[in-house]
């Protein structure tokens, strides 16, 4: 199983929108509604930002929001703050096993 | 609120066998999958494995012939054993919750260092 393929990089002024996009094949992304996205700040470990393609947990502002369309799912950040600087996984179902993204590195300007 | 706690060896040689633990305290145990993941030092994040509290795990193929990940009830722990390992085994290990098919509650994290 190969990983997911994001970015490596993407960047934005403070309050303009980002979008990280996903891709992978039929047999993971493409096959479940079960991507999530993570946050990793420097030396820290993930924390879930996104479950289910879509759903925010308790406590994630509504900055971040999630979708997919066929085998590429994307994480989108609007109105892009300091603090969202860090670098973002996204992790699909496999059936029976977990793929993780390639990771992408979000730099605010 | 659900805490993982991990710990383990953080220095192995070559050849010699991984072993970490994790603790889970607060929560269910028995409602969850349980997983471990890794990173090595600047990369992306690996899935290694995950098991239920009734003992059924599932691996990453990839490394399926060296991983066994056991779990102790009566402890609300569970366990990861990497055998044969080499300089690319060294990573971050981190233990985590798994949701309906997402890792909702992570660990600190463990450095595992392999070197002669």
């Known amino acids: 199983q190969s990983a997911l393929t994001q970015p490596r990089s993407v960047s934005g002024s403070p309050g303009q929108s980002v979008t990280i996009s996903c891709t992978g094949t039929s047999s993971d992304v493409g096959g479940y509604n079960y991507v999530s996205w993570c946050q990793q700040h420097p030396g820290k470990a993930p924390k879930l930002m996104i479950y289910d393609v879509s759903k925010r947990p308790s406590g994630v502002p509504d900055r971040f929001s999630g979708s997919k369309s066929g085998n590429t799912a994307s994480l989108t950040i609007s109105g892009l703050q300091a603090e969202d600087e860090a670098d973002y996984y996204c992790?699909?179902?496999?059936?029976?096993?977990?793929?993780f993204g390639t990771g992408t590195k979000v730099t605010v300007l | 609120q659900v805490q993982l706690q991990q710990w383990g060896a953080g220095l192995l040689q070559p050849s010699e066998t991984l072993s970490l633990t994790c603790a889970v305290y607060?929560?269910?145990?028995?409602?969850?999958?349980w997983s471990w993941i890794r990173q090595p030092p600047g990369k992306g994040l690996e899935w290694i494995g995950e098991?239920?509290?009734?003992?059924?795990?599932n691996y990453n193929p990839s490394l399926k012939s060296r991983v066994t990940i056991s779990v102790d009830t009566s402890k609300n722990q569970f366990s990861l054993k990497l055998s044969s390992v080499t300089a690319a085994d060294t990573a971050v290990y981190y233990c985590a919750r798994v949701g309906e098919f997402y890792m909702d509650v992570w660990g600190k994290g463990t450095t595992v260092t392999v070197s002669s």
């Open positions: 607060g929560g269910s145990f028995s409602a969850y999958y």
């Open positions: 992790c699909s179902y496999a059936g029976s096993l977990y793929v």
């Open positions: 098991i239920n509290h009734s003992g059924s795990a």
